[in-house]
């Protein structure tokens, strides 16, 4: 089948709301075509784009694209330099674009480390597209699930003891409201490329009836028909949400 067959397919009445991608293989990418790793991250890049069009045309209110983990900082200073000034880039590059298109643009993740990294004009480009209510799009950067849990648990504290919350009213929606993704829904399909099959520390609270979606393809790879197979995939499972 082809993409516009595919597309066709989808339930629109059981669209997932949110799905949240683990982009992984770049480097094994590159290793296969025997290039060097920042050219697999280049086609990294070219691989967002066309998932976030697809997520447009099929319809979708939230993506959420691992971009930079609290852990890639453990790979080499100059890999992780390029990554940051690569994903800051594309989106310099990119942005009034989305904001043109309906989207709306967010970064979770711990700000503390990158507040250079941030360019002027994606913080404000951003912070216009909020009004759009089109594609939601999560940029996960310095994003770390425990990191998330403790600045939460941090916030949470600090009002208790200023008698803004109060201990009885701890719930899971009020704990959902203080990490990151506050007032999103939770990932209803998270996807992992590569063949990697495992969490990485990708939002670990919100995943908690996530669906799960592996392929051995590497990101660079990944194409728009492969995406709209997740969704199709996806509307053929049955959800209990711990239910028989
Ligand atoms: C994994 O490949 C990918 C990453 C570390 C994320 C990099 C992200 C991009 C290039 C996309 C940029 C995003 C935006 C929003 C513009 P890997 O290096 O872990 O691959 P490997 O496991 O094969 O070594």
């Not at 086609?43 to 983990?69: D, W």
């Not at 700000?111 to 404000?124: G, Q």
């Not at 009020?174 to 969490?199: H, Q, W």
């Amino acid at each position: 089948m082809n993409y516009e067959q595919l597309i066709q397919q989808i339930d629109k009445e059981r669209m997932p709301q949110h799905i949240a991608i683990i982009m992984d293989g770049n480097g094994r990418w590159a290793d296969e075509h025997k290039t060097k790793r920042v050219n697999g991250h280049k086609e990294g890049v070219k691989a967002v784009r066309r998932i976030v069009e697809t997520a447009v045309e099929a319809g979708l209110k939230y993506l959420t694209v691992y971009a930079f983990s609290t852990e890639n900082w453990r790979r080499t200073k100059q890999e992780v330099n390029y990554l940051l000034k690569l994903i800051m880039d594309s989106l310099t590059k990119e942005i009034e674009d989305l904001n043109y298109n309906n989207v709306n643009i967010r970064f979770i993740g711990s700000k503390e480390e990158l507040e250079k990294s941030y360019n002027k004009k994606v913080i404000e480009t951003c912070k216009k597209s909020w009004k759009n209510d089109g594609l939601h799009l999560n940029v996960a950067m310095n994003y770390g699930g425990r990191r998330e849990l403790i600045d939460a648990f941090k916030k949470m504290a600090d009002d208790l003891k200023a008698g803004k919350i109060s201990k009885e009213k701890i719930n899971d929606e009020m704990i959902g409201n203080y990490l990151y993704t506050a007032y999103m829904p939770d990932p209803d399909l998270i996807i992992r490329t590569s063949g990697e099959e495992r969490l990485s520390n990708f939002l670990i609270w919100q995943s908690a009836y996530s669906e799960f979606w592996f392929t051995n393809t590497l990101w660079p790879d990944f194409s728009r028909e492969e995406f709209i197979q997740s969704i199709l995939d996806f509307q053929n499972r049955k959800r209990r949400f711990g239910s028989r």
